[in-house]
């Protein structure tokens, strides 16, 4: 099943625990450390309030706007603008309509800003764009890839950001609840290579 087909089947919490996924893994462009959004996700473990979500988002916001004033350096940086507007656009209902959309927003987001840090969006044809995606990483997205392929024309950093994607609403799918642990290992991981991707970025600026 396609990305884009997982977002449209998915239940709640599969959709909240999608766009957390892929903010956790761009917190690094945030200032934010590893345990910094902790709290959203035990908001979202079986047993959680119905109310845990939106106290928990407003408190992981006035963590990262801090972080954010503090370094201070990521002015003007489109994958750190990225990054951010996910934050900002997290809806404090949870609730599937609310939260749909932002789930694709952060998907769309997320896959950008590994194009923006590997490079690739420099080479880019803004002609041809399909959803703000690039034509082959749209069709990738979609499951549409001329060969067949997921992953078909997109960069390896893209690639492996597009499977981390599919693989956390497939774990939610198949295991509901119990498939947040799992979830949050991929988003773990994910952070750690977007880290060293940053790391990459800034040595090639000096």
């Not at 489109?78 to 309509?97: D, F, I």
């Not at 988003?187 to 977007?194: C, F, I, S």
């Amino acid at each position: 099943m396609s990305l884009v087909e997982l977002i449209a089947q998915a239940d709640e919490r599969g959709l909240a625990v999608s766009g957390l996924a892929c903010l956790d893994r761009c917190v690094p462009l945030l200032g934010g450390d590893d345990e910094v959004l902790r709290p959203l996700w035990a908001s979202l473990a079986e047993g959680a309030g119905p109310d845990d979500w939106a106290g928990r988002l407003e408190e992981v916001r006035g963590k990262l706007d801090a972080a954010a004033a503090a370094d201070g350096d990521g002015n003007g940086d489109e994958a750190v603008a990225l990054a951010h507007r996910m934050l900002t656009t997290a809806p404090a209902r949870r609730s599937a309509a609310e939260l749909r959309p932002w789930a694709d927003a952060c998907s769309v987001a997320a896959l950008r800003i590994h194009r923006l840090l590997d490079g690739a969006a420099a080479r880019d044809d803004d002609a041809d764009r399909v959803g703000g995606l690039p034509r082959a990483l749209h069709a990738a997205r979609a499951g549409e890839s001329p060969a067949g392929g997921r992953t078909e024309g997109v960069s390896p950093l893209v690639a492996a950001e597009l499977r981390r994607q599919v693989a956390v609403l497939e774990r939610l799918s198949a295991h509901g609840p119990t498939g947040l642990r799992g979830a949050l290992e991929v988003a773990t991981e994910g952070r750690r290579v977007l880290r060293a991707a940053v790391s990459r970025r800034s040595r090639r600026k000096d």
